[in-house]
């Protein structure tokens, strides 16, 4: 297309000017994404994946969870904690509420800025004798070599 | 640690003040997500995946991409294409050497600054013949009622 646009203007008569910038062609381009220095995102999703199954949650907190860490809680909840001081509290806060009978996890993906698993968890809330099962997709941002920010996107109800 | 220093400091010879704040409570608390104006990502995804179950993936576009949306390709790619036009164009690329056996759609999940949709598609690449089950989980990020920004997130193989 653009060969056929230049050729277009050479047949008017010639100015002599430098062939106009096509700029178009290069904001069309994409751009390499990257993570920063340290573990990439394949790497952490891999690792992190691997303890949770085998159910080292804590190690997953101590090793891959950045000081400012971001956590975010999807559809009805819509709310985000930041740091890493308030994000274990609100695990901590959770469990001490919760009884866990089962979980499931499958993944990881893997993009080009993070990854994503899908948590499936049968679950009581203990205050209000509840249970329910939850269906999520946890996605994950990497930079630097940990896990910078997370997002619990939840399944319709129904 | 705020604390800490506040009572170091109070063993000085007092001079009268208020009690210091305590800041790190407040920092806790988590605030509220927003996504602007318009429709929320619960409105946009349901409809973007109705649509796209009935076929209707360039309505999609129409009515749910923003003009400056990125698109960014997950593990092993690593890019990201920036505005609908270099998006679209990518799009049409893709589809020029691809032919699309069968396609699966579950979902959507939806968080606080959009929804995640996983897909199953089935397809060879006319170029090379190659035949391909790609399994990716896409993440859309929702602001003033548009999709400012999708990301892929691909299995691994084996």
């Known amino acids: 297309m653009a060969a056929k646009k230049a050729a277009k203007r050479s047949a008017k008569p010639a100015k002599k000017k430098s062939a106009p910038k096509r700029k178009s062609a290069a904001s069309m381009a994409p751009r390499p994404v990257k993570t920063g220095k340290g573990a990439t995102p394949l790497e952490i999703a891999r690792d992190f994946a691997a303890l949770i199954r085998a159910g080292k949650s804590d190690e997953v907190e101590k090793k891959w969870f950045a000081p400012g860490i971001e956590s975010v809680e999807g559809l009805g909840a819509s709310m985000a904690w930041k740091g890493k001081k308030a994000v274990l509290a609100k695990y901590r806060g959770w469990e001490a509420d919760h009884e866990i009978h089962s979980m499931s996890l499958e993944g990881p993906w893997v993009g080009a800025t993070g990854f994503a698993l899908r948590f499936g968890v049968d679950v009581t809330q203990l ?12 996605v994950y941002t990497v930079h630097n070599g940990k896990v910078v920010r997370e997002e619990f996107h939840f399944a319709l109800p129904g």
Chains 1, 2 share one sequence.
């Open 127 to 138: 205050s209000t004798g509840q249970r329910t099962q939850m269906h999520e997709i946890a």
